[in-house]
């Protein structure tokens, strides 16, 4: 299993395939923050994340926000008071790719660094 750390996402075509369920649970070791839902029969993961104040929780937005611009692969983001939810999913492929768990941990990275 690769170091999620280390990868960058790579260019996803619709006929790719998406991570296998077998493979879901090494992943997820890697971001053990977030969480595997479904909608409408689409895996996806999803994470909240808290701040004190709107500022905080649209000044990570906008983190989060850039990097995925830089890696070309964009989240679901929704900001609210105090709080921030990210999904992450392949749309082109209409479930997760191991670019959603690359992203993942960068936005866990942010998190990190963002109140140090």
């Known amino acids: 299993m690769e170091n999620l750390i280390e990868n960058k996402c790579v260019p996803c ?3 790719e395939e998406r991570i296998q369920d077998s493979e879901l649970s090494e ?12 909608e409408d029969g689409i895996k996806k993961l999803k994470r909240n994340f808290k701040f ?3 500022i905080e929780a649209l000044r990570f937005t906008n983190l989060v926000g850039n ?9 679901v ?3 609210q ?32 660094s963002f109140f140090q």
């Open 27 to 38: 992943y997820c070791l890697q971001i053990p923050e977030w969480k595997i839902i479904e």
């Open 52 to 54: 004190k104040n709107f």
């Open 81 to 112: 008071w105090g709080k921030v939810e990210v999904t992450w999913w392949t749309h082109k492929i209409k479930g997760l790719h191991k670019n959603d768990f690359t992203m993942a941990n960068k936005t866990d990275m942010l998190i990190n």
């Open 13 to 15: 075509s619709e006929g």
């Open 67 to 75: 990097a995925a611009e830089e890696m070309h692969h964009h989240p």
């Open 77 to 79: 983001i929704l900001t």
